[in-house]
């Protein structure tokens, strides 16, 4: 990596590449990552930690006898044996969270595996709703193996008594360009070109972010192992900030208690609310790839990224 021209797309593709970034994915998207820290000679630490994954094995759905596309986006296996619930998945997860259930996203003209469920569950385009609600018999079934694996959060700066404290994650599902390859390739140009910030700032390139199964919250995981380890640090930071998704808008901060959530699902996030920041840029245009193949980079504007590292380095304390 050029630390003096920081080529966002060729750092995005290659961390595309190992999409899924899920269990052996995202491992190698971790060594790729140390592996442009130790290019540059960045310092950093490596908090390892475990955490289960759901593979799925199989997943088929015939509505009336005709094969429909669909992915497996569940923690457990089983049979779905008809259409009572079938939900878009724009709505909560906590909502039948342990009902058999068929997803869709309705902004998404893809497979979008928005939520995951603590029971049988089969997602598909919202192009075939229509064939599966009219359908009068469903035989869906989806395989889920839970595996276990072990993640890494990568802690770059200080991390004895950061003034401020910056995440992204590099898991995916899916291809993850902008959820959160864009977050990562941000954070990773402030730390190779303003070296002079990580003195009083610690920037945490996060593992397990996306699916573990920790319940009923089953995201966010990383950022938890984190704070079960370095309470203090977070305690004693005067900024929590979480860069995720962007480059495909202008960017924006969030301090909505109700959004800060869903971004850091941390433990005793209640004690930290006041000081924790989303940067992140439009999340109604990223619910039409969300976790999806269509994450490829399409909607991204580098011009959006140059925008987000501006206001990464200027929140650096």
């Given at each position: 990596m050029n630390t003096k021209k920081f080529n966002y797309q060729k750092f995005i593709s290659k961390l595309v590449s190992f999409a899924p970034r899920q269990l052996e994915g995202e491992s190698k998207a971790c060594d790729f990552l140390i592996s442009v820290l130790k290019e540059n000679s960045i310092l950093f630490l490596l908090q390892k930690f475990k955490v289960a994954i759901p593979l799925t094995q199989n997943v088929s759905l015939l509505a009336d006898g005709k094969r429909v596309k669909c992915e497996g986006c569940s923690f457990l296996s089983g049979e779905i044996k008809n259409n009572d619930v079938v939900i878009s998945s724009l709505l909560s997860s906590s909502i039948c969270q342990e009902i058999s259930s068929i997803s869709f996203n309705p902004r998404c003209e893809g497979i979008s595996l928005k939520n995951y469920y603590f029971a049988p569950a089969i997602c598909v385009s919202y192009k075939d709703i229509s064939k599966i609600v009219k359908a009068k018999k469903i035989v869906g079934n989806v395989q889920v193996e839970k595996v276990s694996h072990q993640s890494a959060n990568i802690l770059v700066g200080n991390a004895k008594n950061p003034k401020a404290i910056f995440f992204a994650h590099y898991d995916s599902i899916k291809k993850g360009a902008i959820d959160n390859a864009s977050g990562v390739a941000v954070m990773m140009r402030v730390v190779l070109e303003k070296p002079e910030i990580l003195k009083n700032n610690l920037f945490v390139f996060s593992g397990a972010e996306e699916l573990s199964y920790d319940k009923p919250i089953y995201w966010g995981s990383g950022f938890r192992a984190f704070e079960l380890k370095y309470q203090k640090l977070i305690d004693g930071a005067k900024k929590i900030i979480v860069i995720d998704c962007v480059g495909n808008d202008p960017t924006i901060v969030i301090t909505d208690p109700s959004i800060v959530i869903?971004?850091?699902?941390?433990?005793?996030?209640?004690?930290?609310?006041?000081?924790?920041?989303?940067?992140?840029?439009?999340?109604?245009?990223?619910?039409?790839?969300?976790?999806?193949?269509?994450?490829?980079?399409?909607?991204?504007?580098?011009?959006?990224?140059?925008?987000?590292?501006?206001?990464?380095?200027?929140?650096?304390?």
């Open positions: 869903l971004a850091f699902p941390v433990k005793n996030l209640h004690k930290i609310t006041k000081k924790t920041e989303i940067v992140t840029a439009s999340l109604d245009k990223l619910m039409s790839v969300y976790h999806s193949d269509l994450d490829d980079g399409r909607g991204m504007g580098m011009n959006y990224l140059d925008e987000a590292f501006a206001l990464l380095a200027k929140k650096a304390v």
